[in-house]
């Protein structure tokens, strides 16, 4: 099973983290999630986007903001929306992203397989992130389309040719069964999977509120086959503790990754409806490190307002590796200060002990 980070992406993070809060008007990206296009084809419960008007950000815009200096070559960028192949320059942008900054990611439903896997072939993304929540009933449910196996058809078609992860979300709507089911495909295929938990985001305009989540006992309920990764254990069970009020965490990587709306709209996080700016008036470098904005980043760093994927597992995964090499109050000195929960004892290794692996 490959994996989605390396070694050499852990330090070049914590690099990064040293140098976005010591020199913060000159920061760099680490991760930008352009979505370029609202349009889809998908009627998610989780995920109301496709009632937004449709709205496409233009290739040129795009390249415009590729052209940022707080851009670099080792930014990992990823392309959605919506639906992302929905695009009406899709071929051209994904031609671009081959040629200038093949460190792109596309990101995909999948409900036009043939459309994904032609992409795929043709622009060779550095990974394809496919979305799966359950088994077919359950994605039926919560996503309003039979996707089910079209999704299959694009893993079998594409993890020859890339890496492949499928992006699981525990909601209302699905159940931790869905997560060991999802869990267990990637097994068969020997690809990654990435975990993640349903929040009420505004660009999504969700209405469903997260608590609704069954998550009685939830660390013991945590599937045995969680899948090989400390990042998904610790995403999971750090957030039974965090929705119990019992762990404060700051956001430092609102200072490293940023996502930009199909309207042009730059928020602070992902999130939260606070604005930085917007790309079709300012540049993206005077978006990300005026001194306006690294006012707002600066009142945003210790926010522990949500647990999405994109934003806290840089956290977690940031301090479980300082955590190799430097004394908490020594990390505390540098990050600032920070709590996991003292109910939360049991490590990764100790995690699989316990379930006889």
Not at 42 to 70: A, G, L, T, Y
Not at 87 to 94: G, S
Not at 304 to 331: A, M, Q, S, T
Request: include cysteine; charge should be neutral.
């Amino acid at each position: 099973m490959d994996k989605v980070y390396k070694t050499g992406d852990y330090l070049r993070n914590g690099m990064l983290f040293v140098n976005n809060n010591m020199f913060q008007r000159h920061k760099k990206l680490s991760s930008l999630m352009i979505y370029a296009t609202s349009l889809c084809q998908s009627r998610c419960r989780h995920c109301m986007i496709w009632n937004k008007e449709v709205v496409h950000m233009p290739k040129d815009e795009i390249v415009k903001i590729m052209q940022s200096k707080c851009i670099t070559s080792a930014t990992s960028v990823g392309l959605e929306g919506g639906e992302f192949i929905l695009h009406p320059q899709a071929d051209e942008i994904l031609a671009w992203f081959k040629e200038n900054h093949p460190n792109y990611h596309l990101l995909s439903n999948c409900l036009a397989p043939e459309k994904v896997i032609d992409a795929v072939r043709k622009y060779t993304p550095a990974r394809l992130y496919v979305s799966l929540d359950g088994d077919a009933g359950t994605y039926r449910n919560m996503r309003g389309r039979d996707g089910y196996d079209k999704v299959i058809k694009v893993v079998e078609e594409c993890r020859g040719l890339l890496p492949v992860s499928l992006m699981f979300c525990l909601s209302p709507f699905n159940s931790l069964k869905d997560m060991e089911h999802v869990i267990n495909v990637a097994k068969k295929y020997d690809i990654d999977v990435r975990i993640g938990v349903y929040g009420n985001m505004a660009f999504f305009d969700t209405t469903e509120d997260q608590e609704t989540i069954d998550s009685d006992d939830f660390i013991s309920k945590i599937p045995e086959n969680i899948h090989a990764t400390q990042e998904n254990y610790d995403f999971l069970a750090l957030y039974d503790q965090w929705r119990k009020g019992a762990l404060e965490l700051g956001c430092h990587s609102i200072r490293s990754s940023l996502v930009i709306h199909p309207d042009g709209n730059v928020p602070v996080c992902q999130n939260l409806d606070v604005f930085l700016g917007n790309v079709y008036e300012k540049s993206l470098d005077e978006i990300f490190n005026s001194a306006a904005s690294c006012a707002v980043q600066k009142k945003y760093v210790k926010c522990n307002g949500c647990w999405i994927n994109f934003h806290r597992k840089y956290d977690i995964v940031l301090l479980r590796n300082f955590e190799k090499v430097l004394p908490k109050k020594l990390i505390e000195a540098g990050y600032g200060k920070y709590c996991w929960s003292s109910d939360r004892t049991m490590t990764y290794r100790e995690f699989l002990k316990s379930k006889g692996q």
